[in-house]
């Protein structure tokens, strides 16, 4: 354990400097589009708005965190995956094509790994993006790394909330 | 006798017994030997006893077949003709066997020889890890031996440290029924060491025996992807908080969990954000009209909202950051809201309960009260039991 950490502390805290420089510069490339946040209130269309921006900026923390992660993860490249397919689905029928491959992929080895697995290993493969396509040993290392980035995506964002 | 010993049929040809003979007669006082002079051949009726030893086998052949199938079906079943399986297989059987009329027969007849017998071979493998004492009576055991081993180091590493005392008061078959069925329970939830032990003592005397079977690399490989899944496992307890269980389920829906919950902070940030802009008022009680008489004042909220809105923003951030939040996720899920209200250690009430314990505690603070329930929207928290923390708190804590 304590190999572990001395192989992540400096990991971490670069990788909480990377992830706090993306997100703040997210977050102020959003700031800077025109919303209506600063206007009087709309009472019909503010909760929609509100709405999609609370998505945009959840998906830039994402991001930002998969992207101060970089390739090195198989979570973090899925997940970038996801967020560019998605960004680009209105436009490309590409993006589908992809997440369709994901998805036959990710059920042949589902297909095999369920006689393997238990029934949890399964619902964690929900939870961890990309996921579908791991086996148990995989997924588990994924989502002990996963665990790590969350909790200073957490700690940042709420560093950033509070002041 | 004859109905337990059927699904060994092919098993009882004489080749194997003088091997059988060997390993129960090193274990044996004579009652065993003598058993083990009978079981070729076909078993005498021997009344009461084998019915006994019957009734108590059924309830232990589930957790025998467990350990079986575990760890010789994984075997026999890449090479089912190889007699050293199948003798290992059958001299697993016969030391259940044995062990059930051990015990069954002290049953009847108070702690005897047979019954110091199982408890000092279960005393030898208290130390699980340790089957070399198992190794000495079985010189010429050699494979089947280890797997007998492996068997019964893991059968009696899960039973001596969940109920070694349960051998002391053998009380018929009833009471053996019991003890297999409560050790059944714990056997699929293990103290950490007995599991470990357990599971680490079955691998490692099979490394030790030397089996040179062609079964081995398939039990090789997955001794090792359930060593390294184990591995895993350990660096996720180490990361979640809650890391005192010991079933592998369970920790895996601790780490499920956490990821929930991890997730939905994140999301509960992100929608913190947007409490700064101050515009969430107006949306606030917008996004509340689903409620019961929570909604009292979302019309008057509503206006006021929008002018104190810029008022929220500066003061009392923590506060109305956090009821943004909540009316966010009220929005969304009322449970996930719930969640996060628990998570602070709020509550929520209806604006009429909260007015009518405020008026009923403190006069005076009426109008701040008023005044926060505006910015609130309709929504009110209060703090359980802790001092406030703002002023416009203070109207909320008398809960």
């Known amino acids: 354990m304590n190999s572990q950490h001395s192989s992540s502390r400096p990991n971490s805290s670069s990788l909480k400097s990377r992830f706090t420089l993306g997100f703040l510069r997210a977050l102020k490339r959003l700031n800077r589009q025109p919303s209506s946040s600063s206007s009087p209130p709309q009472t019909v269309s503010s909760p929609r708005e509100m709405c999609r921006r609370y998505l945009r900026i959840r998906i830039a923390a994402d991001a930002s965190m998969a992207s101060a992660v970089g390739s090195r993860r198989a979570w973090s490249r899925a997940l970038l995956l996801k967020i560019r397919s998605r960004q680009s689905r209105s436009s490309n029928s590409s993006a589908r094509r992809v997440s369709m491959k994901k998805k036959c992929l990710g059920e042949k080895i589902k297909k095999k790994k369920k006689l393997k697995c238990c029934k949890e290993i399964n619902k964690l493969r929900k939870f961890v993006p990309g996921g579908e396509a791991m086996d148990a040993c995989s997924l588990l290392d994924e989502a002990a790394h996963y665990i790590r980035c969350l909790n200073t995506q957490v700690k940042v964002m709420t560093r950033i909330a509070d002041n | ?399």
């Open chain 2, 1 to 399: 006798m004859n109905s337990l010993l059927n699904p060994q049929t092919p098993f009882d040809s004489s080749a194997h017994d003088d091997f059988l003979e060997q390993m129960l007669s090193t274990l044996g006082p004579s009652s065993c030997s003598s058993w083990a002079d009978e079981t070729p051949t076909a078993p005498p009726s021997a009344g009461n006893s084998d019915n006994n030893v019957v009734f108590s086998y059924d309830d232990s052949s589930n957790l025998a077949s467990k350990f079986r199938s575990h760890q010789i079906s994984a075997g026999a079943a890449a090479s089912k003709s190889s007699p050293t399986a199948s003798a290992a297989a059958a001299a697993a059987m016969m030391l259940q066997h044995q062990l059930m009329m051990s015990r069954g027969g002290s049953s009847s007849s108070g702690n005897g020889a047979p019954m110091g017998l199982s408890l000092g071979s279960n005393g030898d493998f208290n130390d699980v890890g340790d089957g070399s004492s198992f190794k000495s009576p079985n010189p010429g055991g050699g494979d089947g031996g280890s797997s007998v081993q492996a068997l019964f180091n893991g059968f009696t590493g899960s039973l001596s440290p969940n109920q070694p005392q349960h051998f002391h008061h053998p009380q018929g078959g009833a009471l053996q029924a019991q003890n297999y069925g409560a050790q059944a329970a714990a056997m699929t939830q293990p103290p950490a060491n007995g599991s470990a032990g357990a599971s680490a003592a079955q691998p490692r005397p099979r490394v030790r025996a030397r089996r040179g079977q062609a079964t081995d690399p398939h039990s090789i490989a997955e001794r090792l992807r359930r060593e390294r899944i184990a591995e895993r496992m350990k660096a996720l307890q180490e990361l979640v908080p809650n890391a005192n269980k010991t079933d592998k389920a369970s920790m895996l829906d601790e780490i499920i969990d956490y990821v929930k919950f991890l997730q939905l902070q994140v999301k509960v940030l992100s929608m913190s954000r947007l409490g700064g802009a101050g515009a969430v008022a107006p949306l606030v009680t917008e996004s509340s009209e689903g409620g019961g008489d929570c909604i009292q004042t979302s019309a008057n909220g509503g206006t006021r909202g929008g002018r104190s809105g810029n008022q929220t923003a500066s003061s009392n951030d923590s506060m109305t950051v956090t009821e943004h939040q909540v009316a966010k996720l009220m929005e969304e899920d009322m449970g996930s809201a719930m969640q996060y209200l628990q998570g602070k250690g709020l509550c929520l009430m209806p604006i009429s309960l909260a007015t009518a314990i405020s008026t009923a505690t403190c006069h005076p603070r009426n109008p701040l009260m008023n005044g926060n329930s505006n910015n609130n929207h309709p929504v009110i928290t209060s703090n359980g039991g802790e001092g406030p923390s703002s002023p416009s708190m203070s109207a909320l804590t008398d809960y």
